[in-house]
C-alpha cells in the first residue's frame, strides 16, 4: 500500500533538515506543498528532482482527490511552507482522506516553531498549551486570554508582525505582567529571542515589528481567585436551606480555598441585608 508521508522542513536555514527526509524527497513519485516557490529552493539546494504540486487552503478541496489518485499510483509526501505540515498548516483534510482511505500515513519529523521556542524561552516546557495562531478580532483574542487566566501550563502562539502590539497589549490585559518570550524569525538571517515581561516585550517591538513571530508565555503562577460570586450564591443557598453558620462557612471556606474569616464576613452580610 502506498504511503502519503508528511515530511518535516526546515523553517528557515535549510541545513535543518533530516537525512531522512532528504531521501523521502528524492524517492516519492510526488510532493504537494504548501508553498511550491519555498520547497522548489529546499530541493534546488539539495538537487532534488521531484515533481511537485501546490496544496494550500485555497486549492485544497479540488486538489486532494487528485493527491488520493496519485497514491494509488505511488508515494506522496507532504510539506508546508516550512516546519512540520498540518500544526496550524494546510494538510488535515489530506491526512483524514487518505487515512479513510486506508492509506498508510507516515511522519517524517524534524523543525518546528513551536518546540523550537518553547526550547529556548527559558520558560516551562513540562506542559503547554499551544494556540496557534492568534484570533484576528480583538474581542476574541480578549475571550481566549480571558479563559486561559488561571492556566497554570506555558502558552504558544504565533502571531503577525502587523497584529503583535495589539495581541500583547491585550494578553498585557487579561493577565497582567508575566515572564514572555518573543521568537523572531527563528533560524533565519535576523533571529531574535526577546526574553522579558510583557510590557517590556511591548516597548522593545513598539517601532513596526517585521518577521515572524512565535510567543511562549508564562502560565498563572498562582492558585485561581475565586468567583465571588458563586461564593455568595453558595451561602445564600445554604443559609436559606437552614444550614448552621458553622457548618456552613467551615465548608464553602474549604469548597472555595478561602480563609474562614472571609467567608464568616460574606455570611454576616448576607445576614444583615434586606434583600437576603
Request: one cysteine or more; charged letters at 30%; proline letters at 6%.
Amino acid at each position: 500500500m502506498p504511503t502519503l508521508y508528511v515530511v518535516a522542513t526546515p523553517i528557515g536555514n535549510l541545513e535543518d533538515v533530516t537525512l531522512r527526509a532528504l531521501r523521502v524527497l528524492r524517492e516519492v513519485s510526488l510532493i504537494a506543498a504548501e508553498d511550491t516557490r519555498t520547497t522548489r529552493k529546499l530541493l534546488a539546494h539539495y538537487d532534488i528532482r521531484a515533481r511537485l504540486v501546490s496544496y494550500n487552503e485555497h486549492n485544497k478541496a479540488a486538489r486532494t482527490p487528485r493527491l488520493l489518485a496519485a497514491l494509488r499510483e505511488g508515494d506522496v509526501a507532504l510539506v508546508s511552507e516550512g516546519g512540520t505540515p498540518v500544526i496550524s498548516d494546510p494538510g488535515q483534510d489530506l491526512v483524514t482522506a487518505a487515512l479513510e482511505a486506508e492509506f498508510t500515513v507516515t511522519p517524517i519529523p524534524g523543525p518546528s516553531a513551536v518546540t523550537a521556542a518553547l526550547a529556548v524561552s527559558g520558560l516551562s516546557t513540562r506542559q503547554f498549551t499551544y494556540l496557534g495562531f492568534l484570533p484576528r478580532r480583538a474581542g476574541e483574542r480578549r475571550r481566549l486570554f480571558a479563559s486561559l487566566r488561571d492556566d497554570p501550563r506555558t502558552i504558544v502562539a504565533f502571531e503577525s508582525p502587523h497584529r503583535l502590539l495589539r495581541g500583547l497589549s491585550d494578553m498585557h490585559a487579561e493577565w497582567g505582567e508575566r515572564r514572555i518570550a518573543v521568537c523572531r524569525e527563528l533560524t533565519k538571517l535576523f533571529e531574535e529571542v526577546f526574553r522579558g515581561s510583557i510590557s517590556e516585550a511591548l516597548e522593545h517591538f513598539a517601532d513596526r515589528p517585521r518577521g515572524e513571530f512565535t510567543l511562549v508565555v508564562e502560565g498563572s503562577t498562582g492558585p485561581a481567585a475565586p468567583d465571588m460570586e458563586e461564593v455568595r450564591r453558595d451561602l445564600r443557598q445554604r443559609r436559606s436551606d437552614g444550614e448552621p453558620a458553622k457548618r456552613a462557612v467551615a465548608e464553602v471556606a474549604q469548597r472555595y480555598g478561602m480563609p474562614h474569616r472571609q467567608v464568616y464576613r460574606m455570611w454576616l452580610e448576607l445576614v444583615t441585608d434586606p434583600e437576603d
